[in-house]
């Protein structure tokens, strides 16, 4: 296992509701990654955190929104859910922010908006 | 044009067989390069790294050529546990936020 822990596993809402995420990064991991991955595509790049900043944006828009704590938790947030935000969340924990660190993911959450 | 493409599949092979997936990626000033595994709705689990040199793992064997933006992985004597889906993962610069493909489906056959 990872060490990556996300909460909760599954979700349901209806549209136009807010929904919070967490995760808890492996011990001794500074950055978190958030990821959508929609049914049949690949995991797309939400945005980052690194020690508590945000360390760059994906094309989503504001409406997500995310932070992360002193101990290196973080929590993705999602206003005004609309149906198409319905996919499996995945938070990633790594070492530090720059190549080549790798990605290690949690079990993820998978929302669905109905 | 996509950052990352990848060939869905779905590909069907015997076990024992030998296959390779293959992906391109557009941004030249990309460092690195992962493969991940995927079983049915879980999360995507590190494979391995990719590098110029190549890298070998057991039945798993993972290159990047740079010049032709591509990366590939091949899998030898393919077992059933090997069904699942392979991700490419390619990072965005100097970072390590990545673009993932779409994913490549295996399912090994008996």
């Known amino acids: 296992e990872t060490g990556v822990t996300q909460s909760p596993t599954h979700l349901i809402k209806t549209r136009g509701q807010q929904v919070t995420l967490r995760c808890s990064s492996q011990?001794?991991?500074?950055?978190v990654s958030w990821y959508q991955q929609a049914l049949g595509q690949g995991p797309q790049f939400i945005f980052q955190?690194?020690?508590?900043?945000?360390?760059g944006r994906g094309n989503f828009p504001p409406r997500f929104s995310g932070l992360q704590f002193p101990n290196y938790s973080s929590e993705l947030n999602v206003n005004a859910l609309e149906l198409d935000d319905s996919a499996l969340y995945l938070c990633?924990?790594?070492?530090?922010?720059?190549?080549?660190?790798?990605?290690?993911f949690g079990s993820g959450t998978q929302l669905s908006v109905l | 044009r996509k950052e990352v493409e990848q060939d869905p599949g779905p590909f069907n092979v015997p076990e024992g067989a030998t296959v390779a997936f293959n992906c391109t990626y557009s941004n030249s000033a990309s460092q690195s390069f992962f493969w991940y595994r995927q079983d049915c709705r879980k999360e995507p689990k590190l494979l391995m790294s990719?590098?110029?040199s190549g890298n070998e793992d057991g039945r798993f064997t993972a290159q990047l050529n740079r010049a032709s933006q591509y990366i590939s992985l091949l899998i030898r004597d393919s077992k059933l546990s090997d069904s699942a889906t392979y991700l490419c993962a390619v990072n965005m610069g100097t970072g390590n936020q990545f673009y993932f493909g779409t994913g490549t489906s295996l399912t090994v056959i008996p």
């Open positions: 955190y690194y020690r508590e900043e945000e360390n």
């Open positions: 990719v590098y110029s």
């Open positions: 011990s001794g991991h500074n950055t």
């Open positions: 990633a924990s790594s070492l530090g922010a720059s190549a080549p660190e790798k990605l290690f």
